[in-house]
């Protein structure tokens, strides 16, 4: 069933709603780059909860009106309407209130949801209300999904990602440079309105599929997670909306298997395998690469401390350090050199010497200053220059044993 | 009854009746942050072709003087005219190099993306990036001698080559009105040179230079205009006729050591 689900082989219907959760995850990664990259990701946590009044008072109203209440767009249009407000609520306290923004986006977010809890018990009471199944909007369920809904999602999902993709440009220059974007006459305040605006389709959209209380999964962890690969905005997106459209897919196929299993928390741990596995593993900002380079540094730097502990002439106080020049074949186990590790020792001193006398020059400033004890001298003046500073070195001293 | 005011106390002449032409004319300026002012009532003219330096102590209002007069502050009163015409109607003709701590250098882009906003005019919102945009934005660096660079990722760059950086994207908007905000500050020497050069040429070039400046002993060197500031305008005019132990005093007052007014080249 799993398999059959993942090869997309459940039938017409689950197919559809894979492509369009596979959509949705993709926009939600490629949008929630953009709220990413200008440091204000937790404004969608305010965004989404804010979407359950909403909810509730759509259902009441259709119900009132003669309808069954149920269908999705209608529901869907009432979380909007919430969920500006909260943003606008978000916002307004931010600038107009000593508040931070965290708190605002905390007192927000429980009351929009506290109201919203409230009217689905009142819900759950009415007669047309208990197989209403609005709960399926809090945590996101594929299962049973109609095939309108599928094309409904699929069809917002693309929209706001041409939209997104549209307007990356002004996006990326006010969350890079603020100051710079509003000399170039950007609108500093309507760029990040319709980012947020952006943000709050995507969560919209996502409400049966991922849910409410998870969505923010969607827009944070894919492109956190393609941070770790690249240091290119273009690229970050990309890739953010990959991860999202996998996780997206996965979150959806999986839930269609089964009628019990919600969509978002599935999402939400697909999500988070890459995460996690992009945390330890990615080349330059993992973890693992960071532990990596950091010894390998040490090691570094205690041989070189130690070669010119020799040099000197001194004796090495850090077992450490012996067993290092020891291992590179620098020096007996007991820390007196041989015959390689004072060639290397030498040559350290005279690293030393050099650099001396280049940050005693004031002809050498820029270069002087990237002295840090360890950098070879070579990478930074010229065979010339070094001739010439060789020409202030002492005559050459010999190491001794 | 201010204008005739402002006129009697500076010793210029305002006809008030042809719009100013010059580059960029400062009218009135006063920006607060709450209920107290740092700029205050600041009027400035910057004549097409100098190379003007903005200083005075610290706090004095020079940045924001900078930031209102683009509109990034909004301003509590005052007016700014950029070659006669409203501000917004001539932004594609204003560089704005801002300060080097107004970034997160963490953000996730390349020396040649940055470079390449500069041209985001040509570019507009859908126009892919083709090879002439970024030659164009290569020569850009190489004018600030920041081509090599094209490929890093921004934070891997010293604080000279990040300052260069934002000098190239400005240079890339191909503006006639160059606005700088202390491009000095924390930079090496060699950085220093590179900036000034690409300066003077631009002031060759007949563009307009005005830059927030903090070190008093380059001033005469660098600049033939300076504003001397400190939350009013104490002096306005060329280094000769402004630029003076007079001035400098009314500005820093006691901050301003004896010692460190001695070593400074000061006019007269």
Redesign the interface.
């Known amino acids: 069933m799993l398999w059959q689900a993942l090869t997309l082989q459940l039938g017409y219907n689950a197919t559809l709603v894979a492509i369009g959760a596979t959509l949705l995850g993709f926009a939600a990664g490629v949008t929630g780059t953009f709220l990413f990259?200008r440091?204000r990701s937790l404004v969608s946590d305010a965004i989404s909860h804010a979407t359950l009044p909403g909810v509730g008072l759509a259902f009441i109203v259709m119900v009132a009106l003669g309808g069954d209440g149920r269908s999705l767009a209608g529901l869907l249009t009432g979380s909007a309407v919430t969920a500006a407000l909260g943003l606008v609520a978000v916002q307004w306290l931010t600038r107009r209130t000593r508040l931070a923004e965290d708190s605002a986006i905390g007192a927000v977010l429980s009351v929009f949801f506290g109201l919203g809890v409230v009217l689905l018990t009142v819900i759950q009471t009415m007669e047309s209300g208990r197989q209403a199944g609005l709960d399926s909007l809090l945590l996101g369920s594929t299962a049973g999904m109609l095939r309108a809904d599928a094309l409904l999602i699929a069809a917002g999902g693309a929209l706001t990602l041409i939209l997104t993709l549209?307007?990356r440009?002004?996006m990326?220059?006010v969350?890079?440079?603020?100051?710079?974007a509003?000399?170039?006459?950007l609108n500093i305040r309507q760029v990040d309105l319709v980012t947020m605006g952006l943000v709050m389709a995507v969560t919209v959209v996502g409400l049966k599929v991922v849910g409410l209380i998870l969505i923010v999964a969607l827009l944070i962890i894919p492109p956190v997670t393609a941070?770790f690969w690249?240091?290119?905005?273009?690229?970050?997106w990309l890739l953010s909306g990959v991860i999202g459209g996998v996780s997206g897919f996965i979150g959806a196929a999986i839930s269609a298997s089964a009628p019990a299993l919600p969509t978002g928390p599935i999402i939400v741990l697909t999500g988070f395998s890459v995460f996690a596995a992009s945390l330890f593993l990615a080349p330059n900002r993992g973890v693992l690469a960071a532990i990596i380079r950091h010894v390998a540094f040490q090691r570094r730097v205690h041989v070189r401390q130690g070669l010119l502990a020799l040099a000197h002439g001194q004796p090495i106080y850090e077992r450490y350090t012996v067993r290092l020049l020891h291992r590179a074949g620098l020096s007996r186990p007991d820390g007196v050199a041989t015959e390689a590790g004072r060639a290397r020792a030498a040559k350290a001193l005279l690293d030393e010497k050099r650099w001396e006398i280049l940050r005693a020059m004031p002809d050498h400033?820029?270069a002087a200053?990237l002295y840090d004890g360890m950098r070879p001298i070579e990478t930074v003046v010229t065979s010339d220059q070094l001739a010439e500073i060789d020409t202030h070195l002492a005559a050459p001293q010999e190491v001794l044993a | 009854m201010k204008r005739i005011a402002l006129a009697s106390t500076d010793g210029q002449t305002m006809t008030g009746e042809a719009p100013d032409q010059s580059p960029i004319a400062i009218r009135g300026m006063t920006v607060s942050y709450g209920q107290k002012p740092v700029v205050f009532s600041v009027d400035a003219t910057f004549p097409e072709g100098s190379m003007t330096a903005i200083i005075g102590p610290n706090g004095a209002g020079k940045s924001t003087l900078l930031?209102a007069s683009?509109?990034?502050l909004r301003p509590l009163s005052g007016t700014v005219t950029v070659f006669g015409q409203p501000l917004?109607s001539q932004?594609h003709r204003?560089a704005?190099v801002?300060q080097r701590a107004?970034?997160?250098w963490d953000?996730?882009?390349?020396v040649l993306?940055?470079v390449l906003?500069g041209l985001?005019?040509e570019?507009g919102?859908?126009r892919l990036v083709r090879p002439r945009h970024r030659d164009k934005a290569i020569e850009c660096l190489s004018r600030v001698g920041m081509a090599e660079f094209a490929d890093r990722?921004i934070g891997q760059l010293s604080g000279g080559q990040q300052q260069r950086v934002f000098l190239a994207?400005a240079l890339a908007q191909g503006a006639d009105l160059y606005?700088l905000d202390e491009p000095f500050a924390g930079v090496?020497?060699?950085?220093e040179k590179a900036i000034i050069a690409v300066l003077k040429t631009l002031k060759a070039e007949g563009k307009t230079v005005v830059s927030v400046h903090h070190d008093l002993s380059t001033v005469s060197d660098y600049f033939d205009r300076v504003l001397i500031l400190n939350t009013s305008k104490i002096a306005e005019g060329s280094v000769a006729d402004a630029f003076t132990e007079a001035n400098l005093q009314a500005a820093y007052g006691g901050r301003l050591a004896t010692a460190q007014v001695a070593g400074i080249p000061v006019a007269g």
């Not at chain 2, 090496?188 to 950085?191: G, N, V």
């Open positions: 990259l440091r549209i307007l440009r002004p990326i220059m969350a890079f440079d603020e100051d710079y509003a000399a170039r006459g941070r690249t240091d290119r905005t273009e690229r970050v400033e820029a200053a | 930031k683009l509109g990034i917004n932004r204003i704005y801002p107004s970034v997160d953000f996730p882009t390349t993306d940055v906003m985001s005019r570019l919102l859908l990722q994207r606005l090496d020497a060699a950085t």
